[in-house]
Antibody, heavy 130, light 110 residues
Protein backbone atom coordinates (compact mmCIF):
# COMPACT_ATOMS: atom_id res chain seq x y z
CA UNK A 1 0.00 0.00 0.00
CA UNK A 2 1.44 3.33 -1.07
CA UNK A 3 2.40 5.69 1.74
CA UNK A 4 3.84 9.20 1.79
CA UNK A 5 5.85 10.68 4.66
CA UNK A 6 6.95 14.29 5.02
CA UNK A 7 10.16 15.16 6.83
CA UNK A 8 12.21 18.26 7.55
CA UNK A 9 12.89 20.97 10.14
CA UNK A 10 9.95 22.02 12.25
CA UNK A 11 11.39 25.49 12.82
CA UNK A 12 12.75 27.87 10.21
CA UNK A 13 14.07 31.37 10.76
CA UNK A 14 12.54 34.29 8.84
CA UNK A 15 14.25 35.01 5.50
CA UNK A 16 15.74 31.49 5.41
CA UNK A 17 14.73 28.62 3.13
CA UNK A 18 12.04 26.16 4.19
CA UNK A 19 13.02 22.68 2.98
CA UNK A 20 10.92 19.52 3.17
CA UNK A 21 11.15 16.03 1.70
CA UNK A 22 8.41 13.53 0.95
CA UNK A 23 9.39 9.87 0.91
CA UNK A 24 7.22 7.50 -1.10
CA UNK A 25 7.02 3.89 0.10
CA UNK A 26 5.08 0.92 -1.19
CA UNK A 27 5.38 2.07 -4.79
CA UNK A 28 7.64 3.82 -7.25
CA UNK A 29 7.76 7.56 -7.69
CA UNK A 30 8.93 6.86 -11.24
CA UNK A 31 5.56 5.49 -12.31
CA UNK A 32 4.36 7.28 -15.44
CA UNK A 33 0.83 7.36 -14.05
CA UNK A 34 1.26 9.93 -11.29
CA UNK A 35 2.16 13.48 -10.35
CA UNK A 36 3.27 14.36 -6.84
CA UNK A 37 2.20 17.50 -5.04
CA UNK A 38 2.66 19.77 -2.04
CA UNK A 39 -0.26 21.40 -0.23
CA UNK A 40 -0.15 23.49 2.93
CA UNK A 41 -2.56 24.60 5.65
CA UNK A 42 -1.85 27.50 8.02
CA UNK A 43 -3.12 26.93 11.57
CA UNK A 44 -6.89 27.23 11.70
CA UNK A 45 -7.10 28.11 8.01
CA UNK A 46 -7.83 26.47 4.67
CA UNK A 47 -5.73 24.49 2.23
CA UNK A 48 -3.45 25.93 -0.45
CA UNK A 49 -1.87 24.08 -3.35
CA UNK A 50 1.84 24.84 -3.65
CA UNK A 51 2.85 22.84 -6.71
CA UNK A 52 3.22 19.44 -8.34
CA UNK A 53 5.97 17.45 -10.08
CA UNK A 54 6.26 14.49 -12.46
CA UNK A 55 9.03 11.91 -12.14
CA UNK A 56 10.67 13.42 -15.22
CA UNK A 57 11.02 16.73 -13.38
CA UNK A 58 8.17 18.56 -15.08
CA UNK A 59 6.65 21.00 -12.58
CA UNK A 60 3.54 23.12 -12.04
CA UNK A 61 3.50 25.88 -9.43
CA UNK A 62 0.90 28.07 -7.75
CA UNK A 63 1.39 31.47 -9.44
CA UNK A 64 1.25 33.24 -6.08
CA UNK A 65 4.24 31.25 -4.78
CA UNK A 66 6.11 30.53 -8.01
CA UNK A 67 8.85 33.10 -7.46
CA UNK A 68 9.88 31.47 -4.16
CA UNK A 69 9.19 27.76 -4.74
CA UNK A 70 11.25 24.93 -6.17
CA UNK A 71 9.98 21.35 -6.27
CA UNK A 72 12.41 18.62 -7.27
CA UNK A 73 12.43 14.83 -7.52
CA UNK A 74 15.06 12.21 -6.68
CA UNK A 75 13.96 8.96 -8.26
CA UNK A 76 16.94 7.05 -6.82
CA UNK A 77 15.67 7.77 -3.31
CA UNK A 78 11.95 7.62 -4.20
CA UNK A 79 11.57 11.15 -2.86
CA UNK A 80 10.45 14.57 -3.93
CA UNK A 81 11.26 17.82 -2.19
CA UNK A 82 10.02 21.33 -1.58
CA UNK A 83 12.11 24.46 -1.13
CA UNK A 84 10.46 27.77 -0.24
CA UNK A 85 12.81 30.74 -0.20
CA UNK A 86 12.64 33.89 1.91
CA UNK A 87 10.31 32.34 4.46
CA UNK A 88 8.08 34.58 6.57
CA UNK A 89 5.62 33.99 9.39
CA UNK A 90 2.90 33.69 6.76
CA UNK A 91 4.53 30.44 5.62
CA UNK A 92 3.87 28.84 9.01
CA UNK A 93 1.64 25.87 8.22
CA UNK A 94 1.16 22.14 8.14
CA UNK A 95 2.73 20.94 4.90
CA UNK A 96 1.31 17.89 3.17
CA UNK A 97 2.64 15.85 0.27
CA UNK A 98 0.13 13.98 -1.88
CA UNK A 99 -0.36 11.98 -5.09
CA UNK A 100 -2.28 12.99 -8.21
CA UNK A 101 -2.87 10.62 -11.11
CA UNK A 102 -3.13 10.71 -14.88
CA UNK A 103 -6.25 9.60 -16.75
CA UNK A 104 -6.21 8.56 -20.39
CA UNK A 105 -8.68 10.63 -22.41
CA UNK A 106 -9.89 8.43 -25.27
CA UNK A 107 -11.35 11.43 -27.08
CA UNK A 108 -8.08 13.31 -27.36
CA UNK A 109 -5.61 10.47 -26.98
CA UNK A 110 -3.80 12.40 -24.27
CA UNK A 111 -3.25 11.71 -20.59
CA UNK A 112 -4.79 14.36 -18.33
CA UNK A 113 -4.55 15.24 -14.66
CA UNK A 114 -7.85 15.27 -12.77
CA UNK A 115 -6.18 17.72 -10.37
CA UNK A 116 -7.22 15.63 -7.37
CA UNK A 117 -5.03 14.09 -4.67
CA UNK A 118 -5.97 10.55 -3.66
CA UNK A 119 -3.19 9.68 -1.23
CA UNK A 120 -1.79 12.08 1.36
CA UNK A 121 1.00 12.09 3.88
CA UNK A 122 0.18 12.77 7.51
CA UNK A 123 1.54 16.31 7.27
CA UNK A 124 4.36 18.09 9.05
CA UNK A 125 4.12 21.38 10.96
CA UNK A 126 6.63 24.05 10.04
CA UNK A 127 6.90 27.23 12.09
CA UNK A 128 8.73 30.28 10.75
CA UNK A 129 10.02 32.24 13.71
CA UNK A 130 13.24 33.68 15.09
CA UNK B 1 -6.69 33.76 -8.79
CA UNK B 2 -9.27 34.10 -5.97
CA UNK B 3 -10.25 31.23 -3.75
CA UNK B 4 -13.52 29.45 -4.41
CA UNK B 5 -16.43 30.54 -2.20
CA UNK B 6 -17.88 28.06 0.29
CA UNK B 7 -20.29 28.71 3.17
CA UNK B 8 -18.36 28.72 6.46
CA UNK B 9 -20.75 26.29 8.05
CA UNK B 10 -23.49 23.79 7.34
CA UNK B 11 -25.49 21.47 9.56
CA UNK B 12 -28.04 18.72 9.58
CA UNK B 13 -29.51 16.06 11.80
CA UNK B 14 -28.63 12.38 11.53
CA UNK B 15 -30.36 10.80 8.56
CA UNK B 16 -30.95 14.11 6.81
CA UNK B 17 -29.28 15.38 3.65
CA UNK B 18 -27.07 18.46 3.47
CA UNK B 19 -25.60 20.21 0.43
CA UNK B 20 -22.44 22.31 0.47
CA UNK B 21 -21.87 24.76 -2.36
CA UNK B 22 -18.64 25.88 -3.99
CA UNK B 23 -18.87 28.94 -6.20
CA UNK B 24 -16.23 30.02 -8.65
CA UNK B 25 -16.17 31.60 -12.09
CA UNK B 26 -16.23 30.57 -15.72
CA UNK B 27 -12.42 30.45 -15.54
CA UNK B 28 -12.39 27.67 -13.00
CA UNK B 29 -15.47 25.75 -11.79
CA UNK B 30 -17.56 26.69 -14.80
CA UNK B 31 -14.82 26.11 -17.32
CA UNK B 32 -13.58 22.65 -16.41
CA UNK B 33 -14.91 19.38 -15.04
CA UNK B 34 -12.06 19.14 -12.57
CA UNK B 35 -13.81 19.87 -9.29
CA UNK B 36 -12.87 17.77 -6.27
CA UNK B 37 -14.06 17.57 -2.69
CA UNK B 38 -12.08 16.66 0.42
CA UNK B 39 -13.14 15.73 3.94
CA UNK B 40 -10.85 16.69 6.80
CA UNK B 41 -11.27 15.64 10.40
CA UNK B 42 -9.42 17.65 13.10
CA UNK B 43 -5.70 16.95 13.14
CA UNK B 44 -5.93 14.63 10.13
CA UNK B 45 -4.92 14.84 6.51
CA UNK B 46 -7.64 15.59 3.96
CA UNK B 47 -9.39 12.64 2.32
CA UNK B 48 -10.54 12.70 -1.29
CA UNK B 49 -14.31 12.21 -1.48
CA UNK B 50 -15.18 13.31 -5.03
CA UNK B 51 -13.07 13.97 -8.13
CA UNK B 52 -13.96 15.29 -11.58
CA UNK B 53 -17.25 16.73 -10.27
CA UNK B 54 -19.05 13.43 -9.76
CA UNK B 55 -16.56 10.54 -9.43
CA UNK B 56 -16.40 8.78 -6.10
CA UNK B 57 -13.12 6.99 -5.26
CA UNK B 58 -13.24 3.40 -4.12
CA UNK B 59 -14.21 3.15 -0.47
CA UNK B 60 -16.15 6.41 -0.29
CA UNK B 61 -19.78 5.76 0.72
CA UNK B 62 -22.38 6.42 -1.96
CA UNK B 63 -24.02 8.80 0.50
CA UNK B 64 -21.57 11.34 -0.88
CA UNK B 65 -22.32 12.78 -4.32
CA UNK B 66 -21.12 15.70 -6.39
CA UNK B 67 -22.67 17.87 -9.06
CA UNK B 68 -22.13 21.11 -10.93
CA UNK B 69 -24.32 23.78 -12.47
CA UNK B 70 -22.68 26.71 -14.18
CA UNK B 71 -20.04 28.21 -11.92
CA UNK B 72 -21.24 26.42 -8.79
CA UNK B 73 -20.34 22.92 -7.70
CA UNK B 74 -22.08 21.08 -4.88
CA UNK B 75 -21.38 18.23 -2.51
CA UNK B 76 -24.41 16.43 -1.12
CA UNK B 77 -24.20 14.17 1.90
CA UNK B 78 -27.27 11.99 2.27
CA UNK B 79 -28.24 10.01 5.35
CA UNK B 80 -26.00 12.10 7.60
CA UNK B 81 -23.99 10.19 10.14
CA UNK B 82 -22.06 11.41 13.16
CA UNK B 83 -18.74 10.55 11.50
CA UNK B 84 -19.54 12.93 8.63
CA UNK B 85 -18.91 15.87 10.96
CA UNK B 86 -15.75 17.43 9.52
CA UNK B 87 -14.41 20.26 7.40
CA UNK B 88 -15.04 19.98 3.66
CA UNK B 89 -12.98 21.67 0.97
CA UNK B 90 -13.63 22.00 -2.74
CA UNK B 91 -10.95 22.50 -5.37
CA UNK B 92 -11.04 23.37 -9.04
CA UNK B 93 -8.59 23.45 -11.88
CA UNK B 94 -8.24 27.10 -12.85
CA UNK B 95 -6.41 26.80 -16.16
CA UNK B 96 -2.73 27.38 -16.92
CA UNK B 97 -1.79 24.42 -14.73
CA UNK B 98 -3.14 26.05 -11.59
CA UNK B 99 -5.30 24.58 -8.83
CA UNK B 100 -7.37 26.60 -6.37
CA UNK B 101 -9.13 25.63 -3.14
CA UNK B 102 -12.30 26.83 -1.48
CA UNK B 103 -12.16 28.33 2.00
CA UNK B 104 -13.74 25.28 3.59
CA UNK B 105 -17.09 24.45 5.21
CA UNK B 106 -17.49 23.09 8.72
CA UNK B 107 -20.24 20.46 8.67
CA UNK B 108 -21.95 19.87 12.01
CA UNK B 109 -24.16 16.87 12.65
CA UNK B 110 -26.73 18.04 15.18
Amino acid sequence: QLQLQESGPGLVKPSETLSLTCTVSGGSISSSNYYWGWIRQPPGKGLEWIGSIYYSGSTYYNPSLKSRVTISVDTSKNQFSLKLNSATAADTAVYYCARDWLNYDILTGYYKLPWAFDIWGQGTMVTVSS
Amino acid sequence: QSALTQPPSASGSPGQSVTISCTGTSSDVGGYNYVSWYQQHPGKAPKLMISEVTKRPSGVPDRFSGSKSGNTASLTVSGLQAEDEADYYCTSYAGSNNLIFGGGTKLTVL
